[in-house]
């Protein structure tokens, strides 16, 4: 019968086998993804995003339309630039900025005219923009996106009921320094050897905590994350001779 002490050393032997196995693949896929990776070493890419969601109340399908209950409408840009350091891995920086309308209310009933009227409608404009580092892991025509929004800052008409400490309900809103990250994946389809269209789906979560150069009151935060898919066209320029 094996000694207790013989199992220990026989499990932890083949653990660390596992483990320097599995390393000495990861090293092998990235060389070998290294050596096989050719042409340009630089990318640009941007991309554009649109969205338009409303509800509405009618007397009957195909009726006279009258005040909307929710109205929202978004344009979002994004522009990245990023540098193939070795196999797979790019590190850039990435740029995005985000402009719309959101409104919301209740419905109230009908006028004359059997169109719709509301009551009590929130909303405004509001205006995003966010730059940072990003890291991009590629695998043939597909790749994922980690990026941080070292800066952050929304103007939103619809948060003025968020004041700073001092009082200001109309300054931007900025970013938490550590809850500011965006997730994203998608691929490309060639159109030549340096240009491709490329779809992208985004994930951005963050908090807001400040309101100009002031915390917000009462150390609040505002959480928001969001879900938005991009479509646009990436450039790959640079030689990789003498790198």
Sequence with gaps: ???????????????????????????????????????????????????????????????????????????????????????????????????????????????????????????????????????????????AELGYGAFGARRDEARDDLPNEGGDTMGYLRTHPTIAWVLAAGGGVPINDVLEVVLRLEYRLRYYNRRGSEPLADNMAHGTQSFTPFAGVAWRFGSSKGL
């Design 1 to 143: 019968m094996m000694k207790p002490h013989m199992t220990s050393v026989r499990g932890g032997f083949l653990c660390r086998h596992a483990l320097i196995a599995l390393g000495a693949g990861l090293m092998a896929f990235l060389l070998s993804t290294d050596a096989q990776a050719e042409g340009p070493r630089w990318r640009l890419d941007g991309g554009l995003s649109f969205s338009r969601f409303e509800q509405q109340v009618k007397v009957e399908i195909g009726g006279a339309t009258g005040e909307r209950l929710v109205e929202n409408t978004e344009f979002g840009w994004l522009q990245t630039l990023s540098y193939r350091v070795w196999g797979p891995i790019e590190i850039g920086g990435f740029m995005q900025f985000d402009t719309g309308r959101r409104e919301a209310a209740r419905f109230s009933g009908f006028d004359e005219e059997g169109r719709t009227v509301v009551s009590g409608a929130v909303g405004g404009a509001y205006h995003e923009l966010w730059y940072g580092p990003m890291v991009r892991l590629g695998y043939k025509r597909f790749f």
